[in-house]
């Protein structure tokens, strides 16, 4: 593990554990082990410079008081929980034309991606979350949910670089949201992703 993502492990964990939510502390924020596992392999994909500006991204929001894992399930609220949604937006960091512009191009290409995991190991996808946000509920958070509200926490320089990323990954006939699939069946013991498919 390099040094850029352990700081952000550290740094990720720290806020993820002291999120509130609504009826206490949840059970997942008092595992790191399996924090640890699901954020390694979701960042094993990104090159340095887009781990490096996060990293930056990070650490100013701790410096001015943010909590950045806070805001991430608070913007997903828009589409899982409108109602409660207004009640706390006001308290949200404002996004910017240009954020949503950077960030709906790389959300559109995530939900393709995951398409096509799901066509190819429909076993596994079938116990994920869903894909599509027509799917959200109050109970339930899509993928496409999920990836947007945490990348309107990202600053305007790391969607751009991801933006760079994606687009390579695109060229090179790679699928990233398998590939961090893949990592994260690795981590948790199996052999690769089609033996964690066959072993349901």
């Not at 410079?49 to 991430?72: C, F, I």
């Not at 509200?149 to 994606?166: F, K, Q």
């Amino acid at each position: 593990m390099s040094d850029t993502l352990k700081a952000i492990l550290d740094i990720e964990w720290e806020m993820f554990s002291t999120t509130q939510n609504e009826g206490g502390t949840a059970p997942c924020q008092q595992d790191r082990p399996q924090f640890t596992v699901m954020r390694t392999a979701q960042f094993s994909g990104w090159d340095e410079a887009s781990l490096k500006s996060y990293l930056d991204d990070l650490r100013a929001a701790r410096a001015s008081g943010r909590n950045l894992m806070t805001e991430k399930y608070a913007y997903m609220m828009e589409s899982t929980s409108p109602k409660e949604y207004e009640k706390i937006k006001h308290l949200l960091p404002a996004v910017s034309a240009e954020k949503e512009a950077l960030v709906a191009p790389l959300v559109e290409q995530t939900v393709k991606w995951a398409e096509e995991y799901r066509r190819s190991y429909p076993k596994l996808a079938g116990r994920g979350r869903p894909i599509r946000r027509s799917s959200d509920s109050p109970w339930v958070t899509s993928a496409e949910t999920y990836h947007r509200g945490e990348m309107l926490t990202y600053s305007e320089n790391t969607l751009r670089l991801l933006g760079a990323l994606y687009k390579e990954r695109v060229t090179q006939g790679r699928n990233l949201y398998i590939d961090i699939l893949r990592e994260t069946a690795l981590l948790m013991g199996y052999r690769s992703l089609e033996d964690a498919e066959n072993s349901i």
